[in-house]
């Protein structure tokens, strides 16, 4: 095989459930490893939130739609010599088996590296691969294929019940689900069936309750095969393994028995024609005899890959690009030692543990049971000396209020029948329902009978109860506190069984010889020296800190969850390059083990450990920072820097008070009237009757939510009266404790995000983006626009004129983003987020500047003028699109509101507002239209907006049709061919039968207000089941509207981010090598 | 309630243990199992599984044996995993033991079986802290102490201990008496191993210096009859035309410390296919003219990367040795056939003309990988073939 000498890689798209930043940590490793190897890199990805769009990466950067079109205009313009499609999931691997099989890589003379699509097609297609496998003597579960209802039925004569059904080609088992009886056989059989593009089902036996292992395996063009790591399940069979609490090293299986699933592995490979790359296999053993079964495989990396990358230090993604281009694994270096070669198998002396972070509170009235079908947002991993210390430090890295096993309340609070029924059902609060079942008494044997959980984790897990009862005078007995220590508690928890405080705690742990000691993540059990500084907190007793040189921490983001993504960890990533820039040692710390923040290769010492307050001062009393940077983290560090700064760390950047002028209502409200600058009026209240007063006196709408909640949590616009008191009843109780906040609210406005750097005399604006949905929907949820398309210039220039009044006064030292909401031409300052911020990212690809390396060094002492930045100027129009998880959660009505949802974002770049924005609905998974008919159903309050909207459409040529009350109008108004539809049920056809047989192609629907809400639910959520582009605002339909007129001027063009500059700008400094 | 069984066996007031190192370097933990002063030879291993297989393996006769991963003891002890009918190790050393096991194979605890045989348990140490010393310091002798005496009181007899240079260990291990063995490996439930007739099986001698089981379960799976000869047999016995090979088995401590062992050899070679492993390999080196020095800490672990000259593909290995055969010390016609990436050191020899071969890591696994296991095929290939 000759070298190529240039390659393509896909990267994944946007963030989704079931496919998260680990393919940003993939991609990222690639490129540079395909780099390191000589070859020119091309990238193709819409996600702009990625390290791997920094422009400096790739050769040539593509923020693109993963279409096949898109793509073939890409490989026609760079006519690559091959194309790796096994570091972008699924995504990336549907892409190419299109684009190879309909003989466009033929004709471009682009081969496919890594992966050859009949093994693709044999792992992906449930039925090749179960018949690959009993060819190879390897035993599978009873299964068949079935493509139709009936075809599924007769199955089941075979397979029996309980029975689990896989869709083929969808992502994180998204429409499986498991059937116990034939009346829901049918029903889920039914969705999985649409779910698949293929509409093809696996029905398979279930093996409920057996143990789960997965190996990620290696292998290279010599035969040459590693088992990277092996993962033991902590859930058994029946959880999704991106749901399920996972350890590393297995640990339950005697060696010969691990061998076992070793060779299998090996033979799984040859079977499906893997020859060379990275893959996973998953198995199901029976721990009643230790039969196995083989689940299933991927011929990429993934997921756990990315976590067995992390929790070994062998950098899965790197080799696999590696090993695609022809290399050995013999011929390759382990990096980490220096001196042996990475033909190996990493041997661990620590213990990982991998809790999936989910988001149910976003979603109510989704089924928070874990199953078959992906839900988790986001993970964290913790690595310990034992399984205790990892799986607390797992607990205190999820950022959800838990330090420990002590159960919440609404597991305390169930009595043990509905206690047994939720251990058999698991959701979310499983690890804390397994301790208090310990808590209560219950022997192995009856937690064992409920979830089949390895008796071995749960004596773990009743250890550790059995300890919090002994601790109350531990920090009179040092043994006792060291030994707790090294379990795993935290000083937090020790301070409330010790009736102290976590301050005290941690002096005296300290003192009894319980200080954290750094160890090294080596890939060797410490057999030979380490080179590389990745490290994580222990106890023990040899530290193995390198010598600090001019150290910086900075802080990372965590688990990725709705609201704080993977664009925090894009910020933190670019800082290393501007503390390095500065002359600065960059070490970061962070515990979410799918992000490129957690590439030991990314920085220059790396702390994989939770972003908790005691951990952050023990690595702080390691590294003896000379500064610490909070700010690009997103909430997380913020929440830290207090404690920091009480113990002297020293904090660079804004000063914390900022934090607090911005974040407390009463000193925002101060600052805004010093400035002079207004914000919508507002009141707090303490009882349903000054909640009324107050609206009264606000007038109508008004914006309420409980004062305790962040982050738009249980927010709602609110139009009335009654609806402020059903709201009042259903969702905030209100007394003297427990305010609600209630705001005017904007109808109409337009909101507008500035993000902007200030180094204490001046103040560079990053970017203006304009939101395309009207002030009500979540910041992260609207689409939106840079530059500006409707807003004046001087309005701009005011805008610019208060964020840089607003970063002065606050004394900024790096980012800040400002929310605007503009009604009319009067500006109100919504919120201001002295940090960095989700759009920063997307700015920076939008105008080629990478913002939060900048920040970094003005964080660092640098001023924008020595620096030479100026305010961003956009190259072409950029739009964003969000992307929401509504498919994983049936029932739920997909509507953007005050509460944001979405999971991810795209960008679609393009010389009008029209073909950005048809690139990022394209990008976004949409289907764009460029003729077809329209539906349109509006609330009332949107119907004067209605004729113009529908005479756009007419001008495009589509048919249009509407509900009852809105074609009404539309007659009225002399659009006389709207032809009248059906509401659910309310005649024939009705508009889920409409959009099902595909003729609706466009569905605009607004709603306000739960009935109408609930109502309009099901024309929104039939048109996400039937896979209709829908809008829900009237600005997003006219965008719609111009992407629709940019599809019918001709095909969409596509253009390289390096295109953009015409060379690096002098402060950038070097990211691809 | 949670029971006293549940609580974490570290707030429950235990023993202290402590291992002293010639030198005076001293690591301290916990103790279980027998109170003693017991002295040897400190290794570590760095495989993530198989404790009862190392354990019983002969070849860790003199050793104190510490395992780097992280939990030890949670699949109790089986039958089928034993190397040999006892623990050979001297002592143990670990981060944590389980009490219980967690296994369907299991017909008892590691702790109570570790007990039962006198083992002394050190737990709770920072096995990382030993391994990090060994790896520097290399192989040392030392003293793990569990009786409560205080370690400071050892450090002058520890600076006394001895390593295993020398000492013909192999002696202690190996059987005095020749017997058959006829186990077959153990089998995955979901891959049942069909056991060829009994009769009709070609006769394999096996020259025990300290023989894992694994190897004869494996040579049973080829198809052979197995003999286990003690390493007092003569070459009138072994080439008198009962066997069709035989192979020289692994084992404890200095290969040239094996009394006769090389003599013997010498004087097979030629007659019958051989096959060495790991101190069988060693001792073919010495047959052969060559020379074998101790390596700085040894190989011990799951992980080895070794490369087959001949296919170059690379094979994931089982080691456990500290001595190696130099490969510069040996004769022009001895062909190198495996090397280990690690360090380069020897890992395999052949004669082929003389129908011997030889590798220095374990091809039986148990534990560790069964990427090797085509050796054991090749020699039965080998073994028909001289027949014939």
């Given at each position: 095989m000759t070298k190529p000498s240039s390659v393509c890689i896909l990267g994944a798209g946007p963030i989704r459930i079931g496919q998260a930043c680990e393919f940003d940590y993939s991609g990222v490793q690639g490129v540079r490893a395909l780099r390191e190897e000589g070859c020119r890199v091309i990238l193709v990805n819409?996600?702009?939130?990625?390290?791997?769009?920094?422009?400096?990466?790739?050769h040539r950067t593509y923020v693109e739609p993963l279409t096949k079109k898109t793509v073939i205009a890409v490989l026609e313009k760079e006519r690559p010599d091959a194309l790796i499609p096994?570091?972008?999931?699924q995504t990336a691997l549907n892409l190419a088996i299109e684009l190879e099989e309909s003989g466009e890589l033929e004709r471009l003379g682009v081969r496919l590296l890594g992966a050859d699509v009949r093994s693709i097609r044999l792992a992906e297609d449930r039925e090749e691969f179960r018949v690959a496998m009993k060819e190879a003597g390897l035993p599978v579960l009873p299964a068949a294929t079935v493509t139709s209802i009936e075809e599924g039925l007769a199955a089941l004569d075979t397979v029996g019940l309980p029975a689990i059904l896989r869709p083929s080609f969808?992502?994180?088992?998204?429409g499986g689900g498991t059937a116990h009886d034939r009346e829901s056989f049918e029903l889920l059989l039914k969705k999985a069936l649409d779910a698949s593009p293929a509409t093809q089902v696996l029905v398979e036996a279930s093996v409920l309750g057996w143990k789960e292992f997965e190996l990620e395996v290696m292998r290279d063009s010599a035969g040459t095969?590693?088992?990277v790591c092996s993962i033991e399940n902590?859930?058994?069979?029946?959880?999704?393994t991106g749901d399920s609490i996972t350890?590393?090293?297995?640990?339950?299986?005697t060696d010969r028995e691990y061998q076992v699933l070793r060779d299998a592995a090996r033979t799984v490979l040859d079977a499906v024609g893997v020859a060379t790359g990275g893959a996973n296999v998953q198995f199901a053993v029976n721990?009643?005899?230790?039969s196995y079964v083989v689940i299933e495989m991927n011929p990429r990396v993934s997921r756990s890959s990315a976590l067995a990358s992390k929790a070994t230090g062998f950098p899965i993604a790197r080799i696999a690009a590696k090993v695609a281009l022809g290399r050995r694994l013999d011929e390759i270096i382990n990096d980490i030692t220096?001196?042996?070669?990475?033909?190996f198998e990493p041997a661990l002396d620590y213990v990982v543990v991998k809790i999936p972070r989910f988001a149910f509170e976003k979603f109510p009235?989704?089924?928070?049971v874990l199953g078959t079908s992906m839900k988790a947002v986001g993970e964290v991993a913790a690595m310990g000396r034992s399984f205790e210390e990892a799986l607390l430090k797992a607990v205190r890295s999820l950022?959800?209020?838990?330090?420990?096993?002590?159960?919440p309340r609404e597991v305390t609070a169930a009595d043990d029948a509905e206690l047994e029924g939720r251990l058999a059902e698991p959701t979310p609060d499983r690890l804390w329902e397994l301790a208090e079942a310990v808590r209560r008494g219950w022997s192995e044997e009856r937690i064992f009978a409920a979830t089949s959980v390895d008796p071995w984790f749960l004596r773990r897990i009743a250890g550790l109860v059995a300890a919090e009862g002994v601790a109350a005078d531990a920090l009179d007995q040092p043994k006792s506190l060291v030994a707790l220590k090294r379990l795993g508690f935290s000083d937090d928890q020790l301070g409330r069984l010790t009736n102290s405080d976590p301050g005290s705690v941690r002096e005296r742990r300290i003192e009894a010889g319980a200080g954290r000691i750094r160890r090294r993540v080596d890939t060797c059990a410490a057999e030979f020296e380490a080179r590389t500084p990745y490290l994580y907190g222990s106890f023990g007793d040899a530290d193995e800190q390198p010598?600090?040189?001019r150290p910086v921490i900075i802080l990372g983001g965590g688990p990725v969850r709705i609201g704080q993504g993977i664009e925090f960890d894009a910020c933190c990533v670019e800082a290393v390059a501007g503390l390095r820039a500065e002359g600065y040692e960059a070490v970061m710390v962070n515990?979410?083990?799918?992000?490129?923040?957690?590439?030991?290769?990314?920085?220059?010492?790396?702390?994989?450990?939770?972003?908790h307050s005691e951990d952050v001062l023990d690595i702080c009393d390691a590294e003896r920072p000379l500064g610490v940077v909070v700010?690009?983290?997103?909430?997380t560090p913020l929440k830290l820097a207090a404690e920091l700064e009480h113990h002297r760390v020293p904090i660079w950047g804004t000063p914390r008070d900022a934090i607090d002028r911005a974040e407390d209502r009463g000193r925002f409200a101060e600052l805004l009237s010093d400035l002079g600058l207004r914000q919508p009026p507002g009141r707090m209240v303490t009882s349903a009757e000054e909640a009324a007063e107050a609206a009264n006196e606000l007038g109508f709408p008004v914006l309420v939510r409980p004062?305790?909640?962040?982050?738009?949590?249980?927010m709602e616009i609110v139009y009335g009266h009654d609806q402020l008191a059903e709201y009042l009843e259903r969702a905030a109780a209100v007394d003297p404790d427990r305010p609600v906040l209630l705001d005017h609210f904007l109808e109409r406005a337009v909101e507008v995000d500035v993000d902007a750097v200030a180094d204490g005399e001046r103040v560079v604006i990053c970017g203006v983006l304009e939101h395309i949905?009207?002030?009500?929907?979540h910041s992260g949820d609207s689409g939106a626009v840079t530059?500006?398309?409707?807003?004046?210039l001087e309005l701009q220039a005011e805008l610019r004129h208060q964020v840089r009044l607003l970063a002065l006064a606050l004394d900024v030292r790096g980012l800040i983003n400002v929310q605007f909401a503009i009604q009319g031409d009067t500006v109100y300052v919504i919120e201001v987020n002295p940090r960095a911020s989700r759009t920063v990212p997307f700015l920076a690809r939008a105008n080629g500047t990478p913002w939060a390396e900048l920040a970094a060094r003005v964080c660092a002492g640098a001023s924008l003028s020595e620096l030479g930045v100026h305010d961003g100027v956009p190259t072409e129009v950029a739009v964003k699109l969000p992307v929401f998880p509504?498919?994983?959660?049936?029932?739920?009505?997909?509507l953007p509101g005050p509460e944001m949802r979405s999971t991810g974002e795209v960008m679609g770049r393009g010389r009008s507002f029209g073909e950005a924005f048809a690139k990022a609905a394209l990008a976004a998974g949409w289907r764009v239209p460029s003729e077809g008919r329209i539906l349109l159903s509006l609330a009332d309050r949107d119907k004067q907006r209605l004729p113009a909207l529908a005479a756009r459409f007419e001008e495009l040529g589509f048919a249009i049709c509407a509900t009852e009350g809105t074609a009404a109008i539309l007659h009225s108004a002399g659009f006389s061919e709207v032809t009248k539809v059906f509401k659910l049920?309310?005649?024939?056809?009705d508009i889920p039968q409409l959009l099902a047989d595909g003729a609706i192609q466009i569905v605009i629907n607004t709603a306000a207000g739960r009935r109408a809400a609930q109502d309009a639910g099901s024309i929104r959520r039939a048109a996400l089941d039937a896979g209709v582009l829908y809008f829900t605002t009237i600005p997003g339909a006219h965008a719609v509207a111009e992407a629709v007129a940019a599809l019918r001027r001709g095909p969409l063009s596509v253009r390289a981010l390096?295109?953009?500059?015409?060379?690096?700008?002098?402060?950038a400094a070097s990211l691809g090598d | 309630m949670t029971g006293p069984r549940d609580l974490p066996r570290s707030l429950t007031h235990p023993r202290p243990a402590h291992l002293v190192l010639r030198g005076g370097t001293v690591f301290s933990g916990w103790a279980v199992g027998a109170e003693v002063v017991i002295e040897g030879e400190v290794v570590f291993n760095t495989s993530m599984t198989g404790y009862q297989e190392m354990l019983t393996?002969?070849?860790?006769?003199g050793q104190i044996l510490t395992l780097?991963?992280?939990?030890?003891?949670?699949v109790g002890v089986n039958?089928?995993?034993?190397?040999?009918?006892?623990?050979?190790?001297?002592a143990l050393i670990v981060q944590d033991l389980d009490f219980e096991p967690s296994s369907?194979?299991?017909?008892?605890?590691a702790e109570a079986w570790l007990s039962e045989r006198g083992l002394a348990v050190g737990w709770g140490f920072d096995t990382r802290s030993i391994v990090r010393h060994v790896r520097t310091a290399g192989a040392v002798p030392g003293i793990l102490v569990t009786?409560?005496?205080?370690p400071e009181e050892l450090i002058g007899r520890a600076a006394e201990a001895r390593g295993?240079?020398?000492?013909?260990l192999a002696r202690e291990v190996a059987c005095t008496e020749a017997y058959d063995w006829n186990e077959g490996p153990w089998a995955s439930p979901s891959h049942p191993l069909e056991r060829g007739?009994?009769?009709?099986r070609p006769a394999v001698a096996v020259v025990d210096f300290?023989?894992?089981r694994s190897i004869l379960r494996r040579l049973v799976g080829e198809g052979f009859a197995v003999r286990v000869v003690p390493p007092g047999v003569t070459v009138d016995e072994l080439c008198?035309?009962?066997?069709?090979g035989v192979l020289l088995s692994n084992g404890p401590g200095?290969?040239?410390?094996?009394?006769g062992a090389a003599d013997l050899i010498s004087r097979l070679i030629g007659e019958i296919p051989i096959l060495g492993i790991c101190m069988g390999c060693q001792l073919l080196g010495l047959a052969l003219g060559g020379r074998t020095v101790k390596l700085p800490f040894g190989h011990h672990g799951g992980n080895h990367p070794v490369r087959d000259l001949s296919s170059g593909r690379v094979l994931v290995t089982s080691q456990n040795h500290n001595y190696v055969v130099?490969?510069?010390?040996?004769?022009?016609?001895?062909?190198?056939?495996h090397i280990n990436l690690?360090?380069?050191?020897?890992e395999g020899l052949a004669l082929p003309r003389a129908g011997v071969e030889a590798v220095q890591?374990?091809?039986?696994?148990s534990p560790g990988?069964?990427?090797?296991?085509g050796l054991f095929t090749r020699f039965a290939e080998r073994c028909r073939e001289a027949a014939s």
């Amino acid at each position: 095989m000759t070298k190529p000498s240039s390659v393509c890689i896909l990267g994944a798209g946007p963030i989704r459930i079931g496919q998260a930043c680990e393919f940003d940590y993939s991609g990222v490793q690639g490129v540079r490893a395909l780099r390191e190897e000589g070859c020119r890199v091309i990238l193709v990805n819409s996600n702009p939130a990625t390290v791997m769009t920094d422009a400096r990466l790739a050769h040539r950067t593509y923020v693109e739609p993963l279409t096949k079109k898109t793509v073939i205009a890409v490989l026609e313009k760079e006519r690559p010599d091959a194309l790796i499609p096994t570091l972008g999931g699924q995504t990336a691997l549907n892409l190419a088996i299109e684009l190879e099989e309909s003989g466009e890589l033929e004709r471009l003379g682009v081969r496919l590296l890594g992966a050859d699509v009949r093994s693709i097609r044999l792992a992906e297609d449930r039925e090749e691969f179960r018949v690959a496998m009993k060819e190879a003597g390897l035993p599978v579960l009873p299964a068949a294929t079935v493509t139709s209802i009936e075809e599924g039925l007769a199955a089941l004569d075979t397979v029996g019940l309980p029975a689990i059904l896989r869709p083929s080609f969808t992502l994180g088992g998204w429409g499986g689900g498991t059937a116990h009886d034939r009346e829901s056989f049918e029903l889920l059989l039914k969705k999985a069936l649409d779910a698949s593009p293929a509409t093809q089902v696996l029905v398979e036996a279930s093996v409920l309750g057996w143990k789960e292992f997965e190996l990620e395996v290696m292998r290279d063009s010599a035969g040459t095969f590693v088992v990277v790591c092996s993962i033991e399940n902590l859930d058994p069979m029946g959880v999704h393994t991106g749901d399920s609490i996972t350890v590393a090293p297995a640990q339950t299986l005697t060696d010969r028995e691990y061998q076992v699933l070793r060779d299998a592995a090996r033979t799984v490979l040859d079977a499906v024609g893997v020859a060379t790359g990275g893959a996973n296999v998953q198995f199901a053993v029976n721990p009643d005899d230790g039969s196995y079964v083989v689940i299933e495989m991927n011929p990429r990396v993934s997921r756990s890959s990315a976590l067995a990358s992390k929790a070994t230090g062998f950098p899965i993604a790197r080799i696999a690009a590696k090993v695609a281009l022809g290399r050995r694994l013999d011929e390759i270096i382990n990096d980490i030692t220096g001196s042996t070669p990475a033909s190996f198998e990493p041997a661990l002396d620590y213990v990982v543990v991998k809790i999936p972070r989910f988001a149910f509170e976003k979603f109510p009235g989704a089924d928070p049971v874990l199953g078959t079908s992906m839900k988790a947002v986001g993970e964290v991993a913790a690595m310990g000396r034992s399984f205790e210390e990892a799986l607390l430090k797992a607990v205190r890295s999820l950022e959800i209020d838990r330090d420990s096993l002590e159960a919440p309340r609404e597991v305390t609070a169930a009595d043990d029948a509905e206690l047994e029924g939720r251990l058999a059902e698991p959701t979310p609060d499983r690890l804390w329902e397994l301790a208090e079942a310990v808590r209560r008494g219950w022997s192995e044997e009856r937690i064992f009978a409920a979830t089949s959980v390895d008796p071995w984790f749960l004596r773990r897990i009743a250890g550790l109860v059995a300890a919090e009862g002994v601790a109350a005078d531990a920090l009179d007995q040092p043994k006792s506190l060291v030994a707790l220590k090294r379990l795993g508690f935290s000083d937090d928890q020790l301070g409330r069984l010790t009736n102290s405080d976590p301050g005290s705690v941690r002096e005296r742990r300290i003192e009894a010889g319980a200080g954290r000691i750094r160890r090294r993540v080596d890939t060797c059990a410490a057999e030979f020296e380490a080179r590389t500084p990745y490290l994580y907190g222990s106890f023990g007793d040899a530290d193995e800190q390198p010598t600090p040189r001019r150290p910086v921490i900075i802080l990372g983001g965590g688990p990725v969850r709705i609201g704080q993504g993977i664009e925090f960890d894009a910020c933190c990533v670019e800082a290393v390059a501007g503390l390095r820039a500065e002359g600065y040692e960059a070490v970061m710390v962070n515990c979410n083990p799918e992000t490129v923040s957690t590439d030991y290769d990314a920085v220059d010492r790396l702390h994989f450990d939770p972003l908790h307050s005691e951990d952050v001062l023990d690595i702080c009393d390691a590294e003896r920072p000379l500064g610490v940077v909070v700010q690009l983290g997103g909430q997380t560090p913020l929440k830290l820097a207090a404690e920091l700064e009480h113990h002297r760390v020293p904090i660079w950047g804004t000063p914390r008070d900022a934090i607090d002028r911005a974040e407390d209502r009463g000193r925002f409200a101060e600052l805004l009237s010093d400035l002079g600058l207004r914000q919508p009026p507002g009141r707090m209240v303490t009882s349903a009757e000054e909640a009324a007063e107050a609206a009264n006196e606000l007038g109508f709408p008004v914006l309420v939510r409980p004062s305790y909640v962040l982050g738009g949590r249980a927010m709602e616009i609110v139009y009335g009266h009654d609806q402020l008191a059903e709201y009042l009843e259903r969702a905030a109780a209100v007394d003297p404790d427990r305010p609600v906040l209630l705001d005017h609210f904007l109808e109409r406005a337009v909101e507008v995000d500035v993000d902007a750097v200030a180094d204490g005399e001046r103040v560079v604006i990053c970017g203006v983006l304009e939101h395309i949905e009207e002030a009500g929907v979540h910041s992260g949820d609207s689409g939106a626009v840079t530059p500006p398309v409707s807003l004046p210039l001087e309005l701009q220039a005011e805008l610019r004129h208060q964020v840089r009044l607003l970063a002065l006064a606050l004394d900024v030292r790096g980012l800040i983003n400002v929310q605007f909401a503009i009604q009319g031409d009067t500006v109100y300052v919504i919120e201001v987020n002295p940090r960095a911020s989700r759009t920063v990212p997307f700015l920076a690809r939008a105008n080629g500047t990478p913002w939060a390396e900048l920040a970094a060094r003005v964080c660092a002492g640098a001023s924008l003028s020595e620096l030479g930045v100026h305010d961003g100027v956009p190259t072409e129009v950029a739009v964003k699109l969000p992307v929401f998880p509504f498919e994983r959660f049936p029932g739920v009505d997909p509507l953007p509101g005050p509460e944001m949802r979405s999971t991810g974002e795209v960008m679609g770049r393009g010389r009008s507002f029209g073909e950005a924005f048809a690139k990022a609905a394209l990008a976004a998974g949409w289907r764009v239209p460029s003729e077809g008919r329209i539906l349109l159903s509006l609330a009332d309050r949107d119907k004067q907006r209605l004729p113009a909207l529908a005479a756009r459409f007419e001008e495009l040529g589509f048919a249009i049709c509407a509900t009852e009350g809105t074609a009404a109008i539309l007659h009225s108004a002399g659009f006389s061919e709207v032809t009248k539809v059906f509401k659910l049920g309310q005649g024939h056809p009705d508009i889920p039968q409409l959009l099902a047989d595909g003729a609706i192609q466009i569905v605009i629907n607004t709603a306000a207000g739960r009935r109408a809400a609930q109502d309009a639910g099901s024309i929104r959520r039939a048109a996400l089941d039937a896979g209709v582009l829908y809008f829900t605002t009237i600005p997003g339909a006219h965008a719609v509207a111009e992407a629709v007129a940019a599809l019918r001027r001709g095909p969409l063009s596509v253009r390289a981010l390096q295109d953009d500059a015409a060379g690096p700008p002098p402060w950038a400094a070097s990211l691809g090598d | 309630m949670t029971g006293p069984r549940d609580l974490p066996r570290s707030l429950t007031h235990p023993r202290p243990a402590h291992l002293v190192l010639r030198g005076g370097t001293v690591f301290s933990g916990w103790a279980v199992g027998a109170e003693v002063v017991i002295e040897g030879e400190v290794v570590f291993n760095t495989s993530m599984t198989g404790y009862q297989e190392m354990l019983t393996d002969p070849s860790y006769h003199g050793q104190i044996l510490t395992l780097t991963t992280s939990h030890v003891g949670q699949v109790g002890v089986n039958p089928e995993d034993a190397e040999s009918n006892r623990i050979w190790a001297r002592a143990l050393i670990v981060q944590d033991l389980d009490f219980e096991p967690s296994s369907w194979r299991s017909d008892g605890g590691a702790e109570a079986w570790l007990s039962e045989r006198g083992l002394a348990v050190g737990w709770g140490f920072d096995t990382r802290s030993i391994v990090r010393h060994v790896r520097t310091a290399g192989a040392v002798p030392g003293i793990l102490v569990t009786d409560g005496t205080a370690p400071e009181e050892l450090i002058g007899r520890a600076a006394e201990a001895r390593g295993t240079d020398g000492i013909d260990l192999a002696r202690e291990v190996a059987c005095t008496e020749a017997y058959d063995w006829n186990e077959g490996p153990w089998a995955s439930p979901s891959h049942p191993l069909e056991r060829g007739p009994d009769t009709d099986r070609p006769a394999v001698a096996v020259v025990d210096f300290g023989v894992k089981r694994s190897i004869l379960r494996r040579l049973v799976g080829e198809g052979f009859a197995v003999r286990v000869v003690p390493p007092g047999v003569t070459v009138d016995e072994l080439c008198g035309g009962r066997y069709a090979g035989v192979l020289l088995s692994n084992g404890p401590g200095d290969p040239a410390a094996v009394g006769g062992a090389a003599d013997l050899i010498s004087r097979l070679i030629g007659e019958i296919p051989i096959l060495g492993i790991c101190m069988g390999c060693q001792l073919l080196g010495l047959a052969l003219g060559g020379r074998t020095v101790k390596l700085p800490f040894g190989h011990h672990g799951g992980n080895h990367p070794v490369r087959d000259l001949s296919s170059g593909r690379v094979l994931v290995t089982s080691q456990n040795h500290n001595y190696v055969v130099e490969e510069s010390s040996l004769p022009r016609e001895v062909e190198v056939t495996h090397i280990n990436l690690t360090d380069g050191t020897l890992e395999g020899l052949a004669l082929p003309r003389a129908g011997v071969e030889a590798v220095q890591f374990h091809p039986e696994a148990s534990p560790g990988p069964n990427d090797s296991l085509g050796l054991f095929t090749r020699f039965a290939e080998r073994c028909r073939e001289a027949a014939s």
